[in-house]
């Protein structure tokens, strides 16, 4: 079968009624219009860059602000105890008492130490009239100088005795060492206790307060006495005192692995308690004169002051991965000991969905 050209089929679409006429061009055209639709061929599309932000890698010099958490206490917290162990007669004092130097806060049951301090009065009387007695012999020859020595030293021995049961009795009652508040109360009348036990726990009230807040240690070796300290507590919201680090313990604690400093505060209207939440904040000198700082986002995958983060190309369109070691925080930076130099551009937003040498697209 011969081919049709489109002349020759529109004009036999002439010869046609109406109604098929158009039928007949329409089923021409269709065909045409297919191949034409065919022919044309879209350009292709360069595929786009992973949208990031970067930040240069920047130096830092100079001090830096540290932050802890602490508890407020006074600076000196004495616990009181009873140099003897016996049964409490009586404690005249709650926690949250003031109370004046030496008021009478609590006392043991007194029959047996009153008849240690008999015995030892006894013991001595005895022993001064043996020595009387030996002296007398000694100084008529019927005795050697031994036994008026052996008297002597009976006697110092009782006198020593007495001395000490009094001292016992003396101790066997608390006193207030000096003005302050009891912070604590450890034990209740007619409690039996040991000698040295803890009864009573004393706040000076002459030695005011100090903010103690434990440090990890890269952050303890940077305080240095007499430095300034800003302490903000939650009991007080918008208040702030300004103190100074008084002292830097010289071990760390065995159970937390921190070092504790304190703060002392100055005198001051506000109410403290002792145990009040304290956010201390100071300016300490840095670990190095001058260290490398990268925002935290930027780090990846950090474990024991290893990361990575992403650096543009040389013509910034591809990240490529680096390794880096860490240092210590600073707000929202982060120290970099080694893998970075100075004026690299890093990856700040978007680097946990690079993989090492993905095209980038920067964004404001």
């Known amino acids: 079968m011969s081919r049709l050209s489109l002349s020759s089929c529109l004009s036999m679409s002439s010869r046609l009624p109406i109604s098929l006429r158009g039928l007949s061009v329409l089923l021409v055209l269709l065909p045409a219009t297919f191949w034409l639709t065919g022919c044309k061929e879209e350009a292709p ?17 100079g001090k830096d602000a540290l932050t802890a958490t602490g508890l407020i206490r006074a600076r000196d917290e004495l616990p009181l105890a009873f140099k003897t162990g ?49 002296v007398s012999l000694r100084e008529r020859g019927l005795i050697a100088l031994q036994a008026e020595q052996d008297a002597l030293t009976q006697r110092d021995v009782a006198a020593a005795g007495l ?29 039996t206790v040991a000698p040295g036990q803890p009864v009573l726990v004393l706040g000076r009230a ?8 434990g440090l990890p240690d890269r952050d303890a070796v940077r305080m240095r006495i007499g430095d300034a300290a800003t302490v903000a507590l939650d009991a ?25 400093i304190d703060v002392a505060l100055p005198a001051t209207e506000l109410r403290l308690v002792s145990g009040l939440v304290g956010r201390l904040s100071v300016q300490a000198a840095p670990t190095t004169a001058s260290a490398l700082t990268v925002p935290l ?68």
């Open 45 to 61: 599309t360069a595929p786009e860059g992973q949208p990031v932000r970067v930040v240069s890698v920047g130096s830092f010099a």
């Open 86 to 134: 016996g049964i409490i007669r009586e404690l005249r004092t709650d926690a949250s008492r003031n109370v004046r130097a030496g008021e009478v806060l609590a006392a043991l049951e007194m029959p047996e130490l009153d008849a240690q301090v008999t015995q030892a009065e006894e013991s001595l009387a005895k022993a001064e009239r043996d020595l009387a007695r030996a």
């Open 163 to 191: 001395k000490a049961a009094r001292f016992n009795r003396e101790h066997a009652v608390i006193t207030a060492p000096s003005d302050g508040v009891v912070l604590q109360k450890l034990a209740e009348a007619r409690e």
């Open 206 to 213: 002459d030695r005011g307060w100090i903010l103690r807040a």
């Open 236 to 260: 007080w919201p918008g208040r702030t005192l300004q103190g100074r680090i008084s002292r830097v313990a010289a071990a760390s604690d065995a159970r937390t692995g921190t070092v504790d």
């Open 297 to 364: 986002g930027a780090l990846l995958e950090g474990n024991a002051g290893e990361a990575h983060v992403f650096v543009l190309s040389a013509d910034g369109k591809n990240a490529q991965r680096r390794n880096v070691k860490t240092g210590a925080l600073r707000d929202d930076q982060i120290e970099i000991a080694s893998g970075l130099e100075p004026g690299l551009r890093v990856v700040s937003e978007g680097a946990a969905w690079l993989n090492d040498g993905d095209a980038i697209r920067l964004v404001p």
